[in-house]
């Protein structure tokens, strides 16, 4: 009869107990999961970042003399261009103001007896064919100086960009390996840990990240 009711009232303790067990071994795992992602991405990082190492701030990433000097050059074709295009334009709106008030054929064309009339029909389909031609070198000119000036630029953005990006995971990695120990130590385990520890990697990850492109950007332009 002792046994019995011994073994009824052990039974629940013996389904907690594993239950227990159970609880602790997920968060164990989950647990595991988050120190392999945060691993990983930091040694992502440290890869990425890898074949731009060499790179130098004062002498490859910022742009050099030629690099200048060439971008200037195609600044000013492009400004040439558009001025151009622009004389084009005032030319024709000119030549079709001086023909204002002489007669006209049929056709549109002024009337080939005035001298005036005669100089309008040369110039006017002159002028008029011109305008798409400067319009187009003055389009080509602007899209060759942006493109060069954003291909300038891109290279120190992307030292940045990848450097704040593997600082910012050897920050986490050492701050969540602290977190690990004193949480281990004081013995502060629990169900939630996981989950704080997954938020908390991120949102240190993002502040410091943004930190570091700030920093890194103010280096590469002074």
Excluded at 11 to 16: E, F, G, K
Excluded at 175 to 191: E, N
Aim: charged share 30%.
């Amino acid at each position: 009869m002792d046994e019995a009711r011994t073994g009824q009232k052990g039974a629940p303790c013996i389904v907690r107990l594993e239950v227990g067990k159970s609880w602790g071994a997920w968060i164990r795992k989950m647990l595991l999961l988050v120190v392999l992602l945060i691993c990983c991405c930091w040694l992502f990082s440290e890869m990425k970042m890898w074949p731009m190492r060499r790179l130098e701030i004062s002498d490859e990433l910022n742009p050099t003399r030629d690099d200048r000097l060439n971008l200037r050059n195609s600044q000013n074709r492009a400004a040439i261009a558009k001025s151009d295009f622009a004389k084009a334009e005032r030319r024709l709106a000119n030549l079709r103001k001086s023909g204002l008030g002489l007669r006209r054929t049929n056709s549109g064309r002024y009337d080939g007896r005035n001298r005036l009339g005669r100089k309008l029909n040369k110039e006017i389909p002159r002028a008029q064919a011109a305008i798409p031609r400067y319009k187009k070198e003055m389009l080509v000119a602007a899209d060759a100086a942006l493109a060069m000036e954003m291909n300038q630029a891109r290279r120190p953005n992307e030292w940045v960009k990848l450097e704040a990006f593997r600082l910012s995971n050897r920050i986490t990695v050492i701050l969540f390996s602290s977190g690990l120990v004193l949480f281990k130590t004081f013995d502060l385990d629990h169900g939630d840990l996981w989950v704080g520890a997954t938020i908390g990697w991120g949102a240190v990850l993002w502040i410091s990240k943004t930190f570091y492109k700030g920093i890194l950007a103010k280096r590469v332009i002074s």
